[in-house]
């Protein structure tokens, strides 16, 4: 089975985003979506999933998706971050990768505020 796992990091309060929701879904050449795993980010704000194998494909495509707006809304010293009359932007970070080893593990870290966000693949 192929691994996906992420380490998210709050560029605010440097710390861990610990309780973020994320979702992976495969897409399908019809359009739809499959999700694949619903997952919480632990409180060192990690999360370690695997893909079935079974159903394993090196061209499809999957959306990992972050839902960081409920995150940052429950965190007091974002709000000192957000400049006055401005709004957070990105309630969610969506990646779209594909898997092309169905034993691999598949690290995406994240580094995340309210209004950017770094991410990269680790091996």
Known sequence: MATVSSHILD???????????????????????????DAIASDEGRITETV????????????????TADYFASRPNTASAIPVNTKQVLDVVVVRMTMDDAEARYHIPLVLSPHSYTIWWSG
């Open 11 to 37: 560029s605010v309060s440097g710390t861990h985003a610990g309780g973020i929701r994320v979702e992976l879904f495969r897409l399908h050449d019809d359009g739809g979506k499959e999700l694949v795993f």
């Open 52 to 67: 079935d194998a079974t159903v394993f494909n090196s061209t499809t495509e999957y959306e990992l998706i972050f839902h």
